[in-house]
Structure formats: structure tokens, C-alpha cells
């Protein structure tokens, strides 16, 4: 199979749909001839126009409100928020507006719109750049979060996303954008809800989201050497979350660490915890732990930034622990 970069699986799932589609557009900051601050819409204004390859103002709630009437009027926009840090200028338009109005109308107003955004740490970018704030997101019901976790998963969660007549935020990982991965030509969609195991094993869950799901698999190697077999789930969509395969995994292992690098306090590792616990609370040999990012703002120092997120020397060691082999 070929293989594409994470950004290429963005841009390729973005055109294609819209070839397929007339009433998909693409709107944001930067997206027509600078093709993105990340490079990765490079070429779809030139395809497809400037009518349908949009660049605004720098105004977040602006374009955001103009995505959301032109979902409820039968468009189907991409609205790219280019740093997740910046949906904290959408949130009305995002929270309020798209969705709600389904619920509020009684079902005769769809918005059918994808909020594209950024999350995760590492890449210098300071304090007001480098946050994961999904989980603010996957608090409000109304819409749909999804994280993809690798080129594959960034084609097809996208197609489904544009697809979908709900309104969906899509983070993407900004250093994942060059990795490489094998991802189909074929057109195919990865249905919301449907988590990936992405590594088998038989004593203890990993349940990692976006960049944690390589790391995760890099623990789980390091695992191996010490006679652990780490079982590795990629949940794929935060809402809707696939409940019965974190909790079927958790009681085939007895254990379960969860890994997500949005702040830990209050984040989307408390909520799949609880899910576990819930659910294979008989079947757990250990209480399930978390790990996420620090609650601090993310520092500018490469020294310091570094430590703020889960590693996958971290995460070997707090499996390792957890199956009382520390």
C-alpha cells in the first residue's frame, strides 16, 4: 500500500470530498494561497477556486459564524481553526450556536460543519500555541470530537466528519504532520465510535488518544522486554466514545492506564477512566491511572516543555508499575 504524510491524508480527504460534493467549502485564516500555516491545503485553491477554498480576515468568530449559517442553510463547510488554542474564540458560534441547533429546532435545522483545528505540545510554540483542549469540546453535547491518530485514521475520520450532518471538531496533532503512513487510494471512511486496538496483549490496557497512541506503542515495546504484554487502544472519537471495547479490553487485562495529552485535571483521561471503572470494576486488579498533560501553562523552554507531556519513558514506567513490577 502507498504511504502519505498525515498532512497529505488531510488534503486528500478534504479534496476528494470536495469533487464529490459541490456544497463542501473550505474557510479559515490562510488556507487559499499560503495553503495552510502547516503547508497541508497546499494546491486546493488552485483546483478548486477561491469561491470554495475561502481565506478570511483574522476573525475566528467571524468566519466560525459564517460556517455555522451556511451549514444551516445546506452548505457543508470546513472551517480551520489553524491552532486549537484559538476555539476559545468559537465557542459561541461552536457551543451555543452549531450545536444547539438541532436540539432547539426539533430536528429541522442540521449543521452539517467540521470545526479543523490543531492540538498538542512540543513544537516551541509557547503557552498560547501548544494546548489539547479536546476535552473541552467533547463536554458539550451536540457535537462530535474526533482525533486522528495517524495518516489512516486522518483520511478516513475526515471523510466521515464532512460526511456527517452533526457538527464535528476534528484535532489534528501539529507534529504529526509529516509523519508517514500507508493510507488507501480507495475511498473508505472510519465509522465515529468504533475504537482501533492497535497493538494485542493480556496484561494490562493502554487507551491512548493522538500522539499518545505512538507512544503508547513505543512503551508497550519497551514493555515487552520486561515480560509485559501492553494492549494498546486507539478510542479514535472522544464523542461518541466506544464504551464496550475499552471496558472488554480492561477486563481481559485486569489493568488499564489511560494517556491523553490534554491537561489531566478534568480531562478526557478522567471521563474514559470512569468508563472502566464502571465498567469492569470487578475484573480490575488495580485502581485504573491516568496520565495527561501537567496543569501549567506549556512552557517555551524546550527543557521544560518536554516535561509536561507523557513520554513514552513515562508511560513504560507507570505500566510498569501499575503491574507491580516497578
Not at 503557552?127 to 476535552?135: G, T
Not at 522486554?225 to 464504551?243: M, S
Amino acid at each position: 500500500m502507498r504511504e502519505l504524510t498525515y498532512g497529505d491524508a488531510v488534503k486528500e480527504a478534504i479534496a476528494e470530498e470536495m469533487r464529490r460534493d459541490p456544497r463542501v467549502f473550505l474557510i479559515g485564516e490562510d488556507v487559499a494561497e499560503a495553503g495552510h500555516p502547516f503547508k497541508t491545503l497546499v494546491g486546493l485553491v488552485q483546483e478548486f477556486g477561491t469561491d470554495r477554498v475561502i481565506d478570511t480576515p483574522i476573525s475566528e468568530p467571524g468566519y466560525a459564524g459564517i460556517g455555522v449559517g451556511a451549514a444551516m442553510t445546506g452548505m457543508r463547510p470546513v472551517v480551520d481553526v489553524m491552532f486549537g488554542d484559538f476555539i476559545t474564540l468559537t465557542m459561541d458560534q461552536m457551543v451555543n450556536q452549531a450545536a444547539k441547533a438541532y436540539y432547539m429546532s426539533g430536528g429541522k435545522i442540521k449543521v452539517p460543519i467540521v470545526f479543523r483545528t490543531t492540538l498538542g505540545a512540543t513544537r516551541r510554540s509557547a503557552a498560547q500555541h501548544s494546548q489539547s483542549l479536546h476535552a473541552w469540546v467533547s463536554h458539550i453535547p451536540g457535537l462530535k470530537v474526533a482525533l486522528p491518530s495517524g495518516p489512516y485514521e486522518a483520511k478516513g475520520l475526515m471523510k466521515t466528519a464532512i460526511r456527517d450532518d452533526s457538527p464535528v471538531v476534528i484535532f489534528e496533532d501539529k507534529m504529526m504532520y509529516r509523519v508517514k503512513g500507508p493510507v488507501p487510494a480507495e475511498d473508505y471512511t472510519i465509522p465515529f465510535g468504533v475504537a482501533d486496538v492497535k497493538r494485542a496483549g493480556k496484561d494490562i490496557t493502554i487507551v491512548a488518544t493522538s500522539s499518545m497512541v505512538p507512544v503508547a506503542l513505543g512503551a508497550a515495546k519497551m514493555l515487552d522486554e520486561v515480560g509485559i504484554g501492553a494492549e494498546v487502544i486507539d478510542p479514535r472519537t472522544t464523542f461518541p466514545l466506544d464504551k464496550d471495547a475499552l471496558i472488554a479490553s480492561a477486563k481481559k487485562t485486569s489493568r488499564a492506564l489511560v494517556v491523553d495529552e490534554g491537561y489531566e485535571r478534568y480531562g478526557v483521561t478522567a471521563e474514559i477512566a470512569s468508563v472502566i471503572a464502571e465498567g469492569a470494576f470487578y475484573h480490575l486488579d488495580a485502581p485504573v491511572k491516568r496520565m495527561g498533560a501537567m496543569d501549567v501553562p506549556v512552557p517555551f523552554s524546550p527543557v521544560l516543555e518536554d516535561l509536561t507531556v507523557p513520554s513514552e519513558k513515562t508511560v513504560f514506567d507507570a505500566a510498569k508499575a501499575l503491574c507491580g513490577k516497578a
